[in-house]
């Protein structure tokens, strides 16, 4: 079965950090690039980041840049999003999302594979 799985979600004060992952069953990350959305209570899907397939480019939503990092080993078949200095708007339900080798922007339809997201608190 191909799949994403994430993971690393939770409660966090503002100012706090969390470390998500992203990880592929079912097939091989190294030709896909990874990106990264949030869905917020009563808002539309956005997205936040992407890594390309080699880890070589990425790129960030203007409201994550500076705080957010993603990377990704493609030995463990696996992406990352490290958040920093998080706020209570970045509270939503994050996913990860497999794209042919590049980033094409965050428009849904071009990735092949979701994950079913892991919810992500920041309150205090």
């Known amino acids: 079965q191909l799949q994403l799985v994430e993971s690393g979600g939770g409660l966090v004060q503002p100012g706090g950090s969390l470390r998500l992952s992203c990880a592929a069953s079912?097939?091989?990350?190294?030709?896909?690039?990874i990106g990264w959305f949030r869905q917020a209570p009563g808002k539309e899907r956005e997205g936040v980041s992407c890594?390309?397939?080699?880890?070589?480019?990425?790129d960030y939503a203007d409201s994550v840049k500076g705080r957010f990092t993603i990377s990704r080993d493609n030995s463990k078949n696996t992406a990352y999003l490290q958040m920093n200095s998080l706020k209570p708007e970045d509270t939503a339900i994050y996913y990860c999302?497999?794209?042919?080798?590049?980033?094409?922007?965050?428009?849904?339809?071009?990735?092949?594979?979701w994950g079913r997201g892991t919810q992500v608190t920041v309150s205090s």
């Open positions: 999302a497999a794209d042919l080798y590049y980033c094409s922007g965050y428009a849904e339809d071009e990735y092949d594979y």
């Open positions: 079912g097939f091989t990350l190294d030709d896909y690039a």
């Open positions: 890594i390309n397939y080699s880890g070589s480019s990425s």
